[in-house]
């Protein structure tokens, strides 16, 4: 199961592109709501979460995302409950933990687990990437399990990473194919 964390003010984009793309792949994927069943974005589009936070389960996870938005890296700062399910997911190393957008550097960054890895943020947020190698030239960089990607842009590209590690090279293929998506 991927989770991806939903605080009010994410960025649409970086949710819902690659949850699209994750269950085309055949992934499974759920939102889960930080604040409650609905949550709102940075541009007031309102999704249905598929659960609270209460209901992940770390022991099943292949995946735990955290998209961008000020306002959504913010709701998962101000969550004790978020930021202990990223330290054991992290910890325990057998699921990926990926992060796109201001999540990087507003997120990971500051709690160490960028430290010696290769990262890429939202441009202009590097500085808070803390220990990292920027390598902001790609739009997604794979360090072991983290995964990080530059920002809305690189949506698709960080979607079919996911994909990719999931659900194999071919099976992402034939989800880019299937979209049509040739950046």
């Given at each position: 199961?991927?989770?991806?964390?939903?605080?009010?003010?994410?960025?649409?984009?970086?949710?819902?592109?690659?949850?699209?793309?994750?269950?085309?792949?055949?992934?499974?994927?759920?939102?889960?709501?930080?604040?409650?069943?609905?949550?709102?974005?940075?541009?007031?589009?309102?999704?249905?979460?598929?659960?609270?936070?209460?209901?992940?389960?770390?022991?099943?996870?292949?995946?735990?995302?955290?998209?961008?938005?000020?306002?959504?890296?913010?709701?998962?700062?101000?969550?004790?409950?978020?930021?202990?399910?990223?330290?054991?997911?992290?910890?325990?190393?057998?699921?990926?933990?990926?992060?796109?957008?201001?999540?990087?550097?507003?997120?990971?960054?500051?709690?160490?687990?960028?430290?010696?890895?290769r990262a890429v943020c939202y441009p202009g947020m590097e500085d808070g990437m803390t220990g990292a190698i920027p390598c902001m030239d790609v739009p997604v960089s794979v360090d072991g399990k983290v995964v990080t990607g530059?920002?809305?842009?690189?949506?698709?590209?960080?979607?079919?990473?996911?994909?990719?590690?999931?659900?194999?090279?071919?099976?992402?293929?034939?989800?880019?194919?299937?979209?049509?998506?040739?950046?």
């Amino acid at each position: 199961m991927v989770y991806v964390l939903l605080g009010p003010g994410f960025e649409e984009a970086e949710v819902v592109v690659p949850a699209d793309l994750l269950r085309r792949g055949g992934v499974e994927v759920a939102l889960v709501g930080l604040t409650g069943p609905e949550v709102t974005g940075s541009h007031n589009i309102t999704l249905k979460a598929d659960m609270t936070l209460d209901q992940v389960s770390p022991d099943h996870t292949q995946a735990l995302m955290l998209p961008g938005g000020m306002g959504g890296v913010a709701a998962i700062n101000d969550s004790p409950e978020a930021l202990e399910l990223i330290r054991r997911i992290y910890k325990d190393g057998r699921a990926y933990l990926a992060a796109i957008c201001a999540a990087p550097s507003v997120v990971l960054g500051p709690m160490g687990i960028l430290q010696g890895r290769r990262a890429v943020c939202y441009p202009g947020m590097e500085d808070g990437m803390t220990g990292a190698i920027p390598c902001m030239d790609v739009p997604v960089s794979v360090d072991g399990k983290v995964v990080t990607g530059k920002g809305p842009g690189a949506a698709f590209d960080f979607g079919l990473k996911l994909v990719e590690l999931l659900a194999g090279s071919e099976t992402a293929c034939q989800v880019r194919d299937g979209a049509h998506y040739h950046g």
